[in-house]
């Protein structure tokens, strides 16, 4: 593994890394916005691709800069840290707000765009994932222990959790009780509610992976299955079960899947 600072023009510095080799496949988490996201999976997809993962900004290692915070910034971001690493082509994995990110880079630089994986991702929000998100962004202005409770306890599958419970005390040990990482947290959430890709989906020509999970309680099944009717030609996989956090839960499943179809080694995937 490589690390570098990726330095975007409003003056964000942006942890970068670089695993493994092959085909470049850029990782994008969603609303956490971490590159140790993906870490359960590097083992298992380094060994076919290079890899490359980043802190967004102002998360973890990342500083804020001073440009607003939107999706078509952190899609911006994704292509600064592209540019920096010299990769003009690639294939794009994004999970989550990630999958939005990604959904915006196909639409408008579809030259950079190989394939497409969009994981947990949305074409837009509809009343479910409103309610729920604004709801979680009230929880974390008043009470940021429970917003912290409550996203662990929404993001895994509960037997899994059950038996993961260490995910549980690590992810709720430290809540965004400073007033800084709250506003980036919930700026984050204000440009995830306010994303909606229904004008630009028509221009995403990528040869195109929907994922996503049965039991999904943060961006449900039925949002992967309305995505994936919008884009032409996409491919729909649901998985029976592993929450949304899925890519760490049944990292088992979803890295093999990933690397199989990214090699066109799977043969066409229905649901």
């Given at each position: 593994?490589?690390?570098?600072?990726?330095?975007?023009?409003d003056g964000a510095k942006l942890k970068a890394r670089r695993h493994g080799q092959g085909q470049p496949l850029v990782l994008v988490s969603g609303l956490?916005?971490?590159?140790?996201?993906?870490?359960?999976?590097?083992?298992?997809?380094?060994?076919?691709?290079?890899?490359?993962?980043?802190?967004?900004?102002?998360?973890?290692?990342?500083?804020?800069?001073?440009?607003?915070?939107?999706?078509?910034?952190?899609?911006?971001?994704?292509?600064?840290?592209?540019?920096?690493?010299?990769?003009?082509?690639?294939?794009?994995?994004?999970?989550?707000?990630?999958?939005?990110?990604?959904?915006?880079?196909?639409?408008?630089?579809?030259?950079?765009?190989?394939?497409?994986?969009?994981?947990?991702?949305?074409?837009?929000?509809?009343?479910?994932?409103?309610?729920?998100?604004?709801?979680?962004?009230?929880?974390?202005?008043?009470?940021?222990?429970?917003?912290?409770?409550?996203?662990?306890?929404?993001?895994?599958?509960?037997?899994?959790?059950?038996?993961?419970?260490?995910?549980?005390?690590?992810?709720?040990?430290?809540?965004?009780?400073?007033?800084?990482?709250?506003?980036?947290?919930?700026?984050?959430?204000?440009?995830?509610?306010?994303?909606?890709?229904?004008?630009?989906?028509?221009?995403?020509?990528?040869?195109?992976?929907?994922?996503g999970a049965r039991d999904d309680m943060i961006v449900p099944a039925f949002l992967q299955e309305d995505l994936a009717a919008e884009l032409a030609g996409a491919e729909l996989r649901l998985l029976p079960d592993g929450g949304h956090f899925y890519p760490g839960?049944?990292?088992?499943?979803?890295?093999?899947?990933?690397?199989?179809?990214?090699?066109?080694?799977?043969?066409?995937?229905?649901?």
């Amino acid at each position: 593994m490589t690390e570098l600072v990726v330095t975007t023009p409003d003056g964000a510095k942006l942890k970068a890394r670089r695993h493994g080799q092959g085909q470049p496949l850029v990782l994008v988490s969603g609303l956490g916005g971490t590159a140790g996201f993906w870490d359960p999976a590097i083992a298992l997809l380094g060994s076919e691709f290079e890899l490359i993962t980043f802190d967004q900004r102002g998360i973890a290692g990342s500083s804020r800069g001073s440009a607003p915070v939107d999706i078509a910034q952190l899609a911006a971001d994704v292509l600064t840290v592209c540019d920096t690493m010299g990769v003009e082509r690639a294939d794009f994995l994004g999970h989550s707000t990630g999958g939005c990110i990604v959904q915006t880079i196909a639409a408008t630089a579809p030259e950079r765009v190989g394939n497409l994986v969009l994981s947990a991702a949305w074409l837009r929000p509809g009343n479910y994932l409103k309610a729920l998100f604004e709801f979680r962004l009230r929880l974390l202005a008043t009470d940021p222990a429970a917003y912290a409770e409550s996203a662990a306890l929404l993001s895994y599958a509960p037997e899994w959790l059950e038996a993961n419970w260490t995910k549980y005390e690590r992810a709720t040990a430290t809540p965004p009780t400073d007033p800084a990482k709250q506003a980036i947290v919930a700026e984050r959430i204000r440009a995830l509610l306010a994303y909606d890709g229904s004008d630009q989906i028509g221009r995403v020509a990528a040869r195109t992976l929907v994922l996503g999970a049965r039991d999904d309680m943060i961006v449900p099944a039925f949002l992967q299955e309305d995505l994936a009717a919008e884009l032409a030609g996409a491919e729909l996989r649901l998985l029976p079960d592993g929450g949304h956090f899925y890519p760490g839960s049944r990292t088992e499943t979803f890295a093999p899947l990933v690397a199989d179809w990214l090699s066109g080694r799977a043969e066409t995937m229905t649901s």
